[in-house]
C-alpha cells in the first residue's frame, strides 16, 4: 500500500507526527513517505498570525504535489486560530492537479490547546478535501504539543495508524 503524509510544519511539531506516522506504516509494511508544503520563505509566528486573521496566500516552494500515485493520502495541518493552517487550507483549494480525486484520506492535526476541541478545525479541511473529491474518512487524530512532545491527543497513535492501514 503506497501511502503519502502531506503536512505543514512552521515549528516542528506536526512533521514530528509526520514522522512517528510514517516510521509506524513502514513497521506495518506500506511504502510510506512524507511530502512536506514548504513555504519559499520561512514564517515567523507574526506572519502566520496575521495570515492567519486576514487569509492571505503565502508562497510556496515549487515541488511536486501529485498526489495520486498514493492510495492513501494523509493529510497534516497546524491550527491556527481554530482552524488549518492557511497555508495547508489554501495550498489544497488552490494547488491544480492534486490528484486527490476518489483518494481516501485522513487527516491530523497539531495544536496547543485541547484536542477534543479542534474537530470544527479539522472539519473545514475535511470540506476542502471533499472538493477534491477526495474520500475523507471520519477518523481524525488530532495532538496537543509542547516542543515536539506529545501532551495529550484525542486517540492513540496506534488505532489512527489501524485505521490507515485497513482503509
Ligand atoms: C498563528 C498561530 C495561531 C495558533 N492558534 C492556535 C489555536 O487557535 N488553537 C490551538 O490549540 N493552538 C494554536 N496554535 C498553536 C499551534 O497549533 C501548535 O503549536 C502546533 O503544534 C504548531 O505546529 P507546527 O510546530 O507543526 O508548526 C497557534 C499557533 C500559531 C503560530
Redesign the pocket.
Known amino acids: 500500500m503506497r501511502i503519502g503524509i502531506v503536512?505543514?510544519?512552521?515549528?516542528?511539531?506536526?512533521?514530528?507526527?509526520a514522522e512517528i506516522l510514517c516510521r509506524k506504516l513502514r513497521e506495518r509494511n506500506a511504502d510510506a513517505e512524507m511530502i512536506e508544503i514548504k513555504t519559499a520563505k520561512k514564517v515567523g509566528?507574526l506572519q502566520?498570525?496575521l495570515?492567519?486573521i486576514q487569509y492571505r496566500n503565502v508562497p510556496l516552494e515549487n515541488i511536486d504535489y501529485d498526489l495520486s500515485k498514493y492510495d492513501v493520502v494523509v493529510v497534516?495541518t497546524?491550527?491556527?486560530?481554530?482552524?488549518p493552517?492557511p497555508i495547508v487550507e489554501t495550498f489544497m483549494k488552490n494547488t491544480e492537479g492534486l490528484g486527490l480525486h476518489g483518494r481516501r484520506v485522513f487527516v491530523f492535526?497539531?495544536?496547543?490547546?485541547?484536542?477534543d476541541?479542534?474537530g470544527g478545525?479539522v472539519e473545514l479541511i475535511k470540506n476542502v478535501l471533499k472538493k477534491h473529491d477526495a474520500i475523507v474518512n471520519d477518523v481524525f487524530l488530532v495532538?496537543?504539543?509542547?516542543k515536539?512532545e506529545i501532551i495529550k491527543r484525542n486517540m492513540e497513535i496506534d488505532d489512527f495508524i489501524e485505521n490507515i492501514i485497513s482503509a
Open positions: 503536512y505543514y510544519s512552521r515549528s516542528g511539531n506536526t512533521r514530528e507526527i509566528f502566520a498570525f495570515v492567519s497534516g497546524p491550527i491556527w486560530i481554530g482552524r493552517s492535526a497539531t495544536c496547543s490547546r485541547n484536542p476541541a479542534q478545525g495532538l496537543k504539543m509542547r515536539r
